[in-house]
C-alpha cells in the first residue's frame, strides 16, 4: 500500500508540472496574440469605429500552413538568378508594364485565392458603372454560406455592406463574402463567372481560366504569373483606393444574425503589409493543389512594382521571394515620366475643312523604365507636326506626335491628338463664305466719302 501511494503521489506531481506547463504555453500564445491585436486599431474606412478585436474569433490565415516537403516542389532552375523556390514567378513595373524578371511565366497552374483579384476588380469597376454602392445591403445564400475553405463565418440570411464584404475578401480571403458579391453583382456565381472570364480576355490574360470566383481547387480553374500580374496591374492602377484594405493588417466587422450582433476579427493574409516598406497590396492564395501564391505590390520613389509568386513550397517562401523580386525592381530601376501642357503645342493647318486650323490636346503621360546605370537627364523630346492635315477631322484623331530620344536612340512615342471636330467643307460652305467675303467688300465701298 505505502508503494502503490508514493507511485500515485508521484504521478500526481508530474501531471502538475506537465499541467503548468501547458497552461504557460497557453498564456504566452495569448499573450501574444492580445499584443498584436493591440499594435495596430480597426481601420475604419471614414466610418465610425467598430471597436477593438477580440481575441476567440480572429481568423489568422486563409488555408492550413502545412509547408510542402522539398522534394514534393518544384525546384528553380539552375540557371535562375534569383534561386526561387516557387514554380512560376514574374515582375513587372506597373506603371510602364515592363517585365523585369520571368520564370516559367506562361504555365498554367491553380491560382488559389489569387483569384479574387479579378473578383475585386469587378466589384470596383460595378461601383464605378454605379450598379452598386458601398452602403448596399448585401444578403448571404445558402450557397455563398456554404463555400468552405478561408471564410469569415457568414451565415444564410446574414446581411453585410458591400464595403464590409470589400474588407473580408481582401483582407481575409473569405470565399463566401467572395460568393455573396458574385451573387450580388451577377446574380448567381455561374454568371459573375463569365464575367471574370471574359474580363480576363479583355486584358490579355491568355492562360486563365475561372470555374469559380473564391480559387477553391477545381478541374479548368487556372491562371499563369503573367496572367495574375496583368489583372493586379488593372486592379491596383485603376483603383488605388484598394490598398485601404488590402494593407491594413487587423479589422472588425459585426455579425448580423437572428441570435443578435457579434464582433468578428479580420487579420490579413499578406504578412507584407507588416514588414515590406511601401507595401499596396495585394493577395495571397494558398490550396493543396496550388500550394502558397502571391501577388504583392508596392511603390517607392515613383516606381510601382508587382510580383507575382505561385506554387511556393510554403508561406515563408512565398513572402521572403515576393520580397526578393521587389527588391531587385526597386534596386535596379527607376522610370522617366514626362507630360506636355497644352501651352506648348502649336496649331496644325486645316485643307478643305470649315476651320481654317485645329486645336491639339496634350498627350498622356509618358513613361519610360531605366535600369540602374542609366540618365534620366539625357532623355530629349520633340514634337512632330505635320505640314497640314486634311479634314474631316475628329476630336481625338491623331494629328501630330512627340518623340523621345536617350541620346540617338528613340525611346518612345506619344500621339498628339485634335481637340475639336473639323467638319469637311461642302459647296453651301465655299457659297456661303463668298457671300459674306461679297458683303464685306460691297460695305467697305459703300462708305461715305468725309469732307475735305
Given at each position: 500500500m505505502k508503494r502503490s501511494g508514493i507511485l500515485i503521489l508521484i504521478g500526481c506531481i508530474v501531471l502538475t508540472i506537465l499541467g503548468g506547463a501547458g497552461t504557460s504555453e497557453r498564456v504566452e500564445a495569448r499573450n501574444e496574440r492580445n499584443s498584436l491585436i493591440q499594435e495596430k486599431p480597426p481601420a475604419t474606412y471614414g466610418f465610425a469605429l467598430l471597436g477593438e478585436t477580440?481575441?476567440?474569433?480572429?481568423?489568422?490565415?486563409?488555408e492550413p500552413e502545412k509547408e510542402v516537403p522539398a522534394n514534393e516542389a518544384t525546384a528553380a532552375e539552375s540557371n535562375d538568378t534569383m534561386g526561387l523556390t516557387a514554380v512560376s514567378a514574374i515582375l513587372i513595373e506597373g506603371s510602364t508594364g515592363e517585365v523585369l524578371y520571368a520564370k516559367k511565366e506562361d504555365i498554367e497552374m491553380p491560382p488559389a485565392s489569387i483569384t479574387k483579384i479579378m473578383t475585386l476588380l469587378l466589384v470596383f469597376e460595378a461601383l464605378e458603372k454605379g450598379q452598386i454602392k458601398l452602403t448596399d445591403m448585401v444578403t448571404v445564400s445558402e450557397h455563398a454560406a456554404g463555400k468552405g475553405g478561408s471564410q469569415v463565418y457568414l451565415e444564410p440570411g446574414e446581411t453585410q455592406t458591400v464595403e464590409d464584404m470589400i474588407k473580408c475578401i481582401s483582407i481575409a480571403s473569405a470565399n463566401d463574402a467572395a460568393t455573396a458579391m458574385a451573387e450580388h453583382i451577377g446574380g448567381s456565381e455561374e454568371t459573375f463567372v463569365a464575367s471574370m472570364n471574359e474580363r480576363a480576355k479583355q486584358l490579355g490574360m491568355e492562360h486563365t481560366h475561372f470555374v469559380n470566383c473564391t480559387g477553391l481547387d477545381a478541374e479548368g480553374h487556372y491562371s499563369s504569373a503573367k496572367d495574375v500580374a496583368l489583372m493586379s496591374r488593372e486592379l491596383i492602377t485603376r483603383y488605388p483606393q484598394i490598398s485601404?484594405?488590402?494593407?491594413?493588417?487587423?479589422?472588425?466587422?459585426?455579425h448580423k444574425t437572428r441570435r443578435g450582433e457579434s464582433e468578428f476579427g479580420l487579420t490579413n493574409t499578406n504578412k507584407l503589409v507588416r514588414t515590406y516598406e511601401g507595401i499596396t497590396g495585394l493577395k495571397t492564395g494558398s490550396t493543396s493543389q496550388a500550394k502558397f501564391c502571391l501577388s504583392a505590390t508596392a511603390k517607392r520613389n515613383d516606381c510601382d512594382m508587382i510580383a507575382v509568386v505561385m506554387g511556393c513550397p510554403s508561406p515563408k517562401d512565398r513572402f521572403e521571394e515576393a520580397a526578393k523580386l521587389l527588391n531587385y525592381g526597386f534596386a535596379n530601376c527607376k522610370v522617366f515620366r514626362h507630360s506636355l501642357a497644352a501651352a506648348e503645342l502649336s496649331v496644325v493647318p486645316v485643307k478643305n475643312g470649315v476651320l481654317d486650323k485645329v486645336l491639339l490636346t496634350p498627350p498622356e503621360?509618358?513613361?519610360?523604365?531605366?535600369?540602374?546605370?542609366?540618365?534620366?537627364?539625357d532623355v530629349t523630346w520633340e514634337i512632330e507636326y505635320p505640314d497640314s492635315i486634311e479634314a474631316p477631322i475628329a476630336a481625338g484623331d491623331q494629328v501630330a506626335e512627340v518623340v523621345y530620344r536617350l541620346?540617338?536612340?528613340?525611346?518612345?512615342?506619344?500621339?498628339?491628338?485634335?481637340?475639336?471636330?473639323?467638319?469637311?467643307?461642302?459647296?453651301?460652305?465655299y457659297v456661303k463664305k463668298l457671300w459674306k467675303q461679297l458683303l464685306m467688300n460691297s460695305s467697305k465701298q459703300a462708305a461715305p466719302v468725309g469732307f475735305h
Open positions: 477580440t481575441e476567440a474569433n480572429i481568423l489568422t490565415e486563409e485601404e484594405c488590402s494593407t491594413t493588417w487587423m479589422d472588425t466587422i459585426i503621360e509618358f513613361r519610360h523604365l531605366f535600369l540602374k546605370g542609366e540618365n534620366l537627364e541620346g540617338d536612340t528613340e525611346i518612345g512615342r506619344m500621339p498628339i491628338g485634335a481637340a475639336e471636330d473639323v467638319a469637311r467643307a461642302g459647296y453651301l460652305f
